[in-house]
């Protein structure tokens, strides 16, 4: 599964991890106390309502990609977590920890740490 | 010093002044509000202006995500956000349903977190689709920051989440007996005391929703609001529900509230529904994740 889904790195972790304040929709479709690390290129970077996205190639092992899809907030509360418009851009190499989705689809919720292009984005406490 | 080492430290520093007038121009905009944490340890702030609401107040990030505050659609301990149920039993705080009342309860499908969440992309919540949210729900989920403008006549509410605004009369006039429905309603106030404001609104589209939870109101729904200005800095803001149709009892949906001022020149972030940017997002996110999609 996880060469199938192209996670260079997976890391399971079993976390007590509450849902913010702020998700107008909650754990139905993600895992939320489960986290993955997704691994490769931004292709794009949308600032955008309802949720801000971030889209990544992430090659596993054999070399296939998996396209996925990370959500984080509308970009109000982003902004309130340090971030811009212009913190991803297509090309960047990331790393993000995430909540995937429970049927196994590349999409999952942005819900930990963040590094860019080889530095770890700090995001502002909510 | 060579002419063009001259010419080098002139531009440099010339850009990074530049740049520092920018930031200094970009940060009028898009301000955020403090956090919890800048609250911990308030002090007084004096005592309040008589009769005035005026200003930007904030309620601290956004609230109501799993129903009104006083009533959240969950299990104690904050159980149960992944949904599953029909009902609300079990609920830490339940709510006096009527029959009537459930059976609306049950036609509403919310997307938050919840002990009824349905996937995002099967939710009926009329926000799903950018429909207006109306009132009391642009109140109850969201409320995040508004503007409160008063004039002679008018205590006006701005909110730029999803475009929401509010007219609440003061100039003496009753309630319509027989209302053509609105989705913010009819809303009139008074000064109860110096510090004290009063509103009440009727008049609200039934379809809808009381909050982020989904739950029902009928177009008997009587709104009561208390803003009462504590200091010059804080209102603390109650909202109770009367409908008998739906409920057997009022209800408080948000019990003191404080709502925190901001400086006068806040600039509150716009965000608003966009029907292409959410029918964007289903389709790169809310269907591919579905649980159990629909057979073809």
Redesign the interface.
């Known amino acids: 599964m996880a060469r199938k889904l192209g996670i260079v790195a997976l890391t399971v972790g079993w976390l007590a991890f509450?849902?913010p304040?702020?998700?107008?929709?909650?754990?139905?479709?993600?895992e939320?106390g489960k986290t993955v690390t997704v691994k490769g290129t931004v292709t794009e970077y949308v600032w955008?309502?309802?949720?801000v996205?971030v889209k990544v190639d992430a090659k596993d092992d054999s070399g296939n990609i998996a396209h996925w899809?990370c959500?984080a907030w509308?970009?109000?509360?982003q902004?309130?977590r340090g971030w811009t418009k212009n913190t991803f851009k297509a090309g960047d190499e990331v790393s993000l920890d995430i909540n995937p989705?429970?049927?196994g689809?590349p999409?999952g919720e942005i819900r930990g740490r963040i590094v860019i292009n080889g530095t770890e984005f700090k995001q502002l406490?909510? | 010093m060579s002419k063009r080492v001259v010419v080098l430290i002139v531009a440099v520093m010339a850009t990074g002044m530049l740049s520092a007038l920018l930031r200094a121009q970009d940060e009028k905009w898009?301000n955020?509000?403090p956090?919890r944490?800048a609250y911990n340890g308030k002090k007084p702030s004096g005592p309040a202006p008589r009769r005035d609401l005026t200003g930007i107040w904030d309620t601290v990030?956004?609230?109501g995500?799993?129903g009104a505050i006083e009533h959240p659609a969950l299990l104690p301990g904050?159980r149960g956000?992944?949904?599953g149920r029909q009902d609300e039993t079990g609920i830490a705080k339940p709510l006096p349903y009527t029959p009537a009342g459930l059976e609306a309860l049950k036609k509403n499908k919310p997307?938050?977190?919840?002990v009824r969440?349905?996937?995002?992309v099967l939710?009926n919540d009329p926000?799903g689709k950018c429909d207006p949210l109306g009132f009391p729900y642009m109140s109850t989920w969201?409320f995040r920051t508004i503007n409160v403008v008063q004039t002679p006549r008018q205590v006006i509410i701005l909110s730029p989440f999803y475009g929401n605004y509010r007219v609440i009369w003061t100039d003496g006039r009753k309630p319509p007996s027989d209302p053509d429905p609105r989705y913010n309603g009819y809303s009139v106030g008074r000064w109860v005391d110096d510090y004290t404001f009063v509103v009440e609104t009727t008049g609200m589209h039934a379809k809808t929703w009381l909050d982020?939870a989904g739950r029902p109101h009928s177009d008997q729904l009587k709104v009561e609001e208390t803003f009462h200005r504590v200091a010059a800095d804080t209102i603390e803001f109650t909202m109770k529900f009367t409908d008998p149709v739906m409920y057997t009892e009022p209800w408080i949906a948000v019990n003191k509230l404080p709502l925190h001022q901001l400086p006068p020149d806040f600039d509150i972030?716009?965000?608003?529904?966009?029907p292409s940017?959410?029918a964007?997002?289903n389709n790169?996110?809310?269907t591919?994740?579905?649980?159990d999609p629909p057979k073809k």
Request: include cysteine.
């Open positions: 509450p849902v304040l702020f998700a107008h929709h909650g754990a139905a479709s993600f939320s955008s309502n309802p949720h996205l899809v959500e509308n970009p109000v509360t902004t309130g989705a429970k049927n689809q999409v406490p909510q | 898009n955020i509000p956090g944490a990030q956004t609230l995500v799993s904050g956000q992944e949904g997307s938050g977190p919840g969440q349905v996937d995002s939710t926000a969201e982020h972030p716009e965000l608003l529904c966009s940017e959410f964007e997002y790169v996110v809310a591919p994740v579905l649980r």
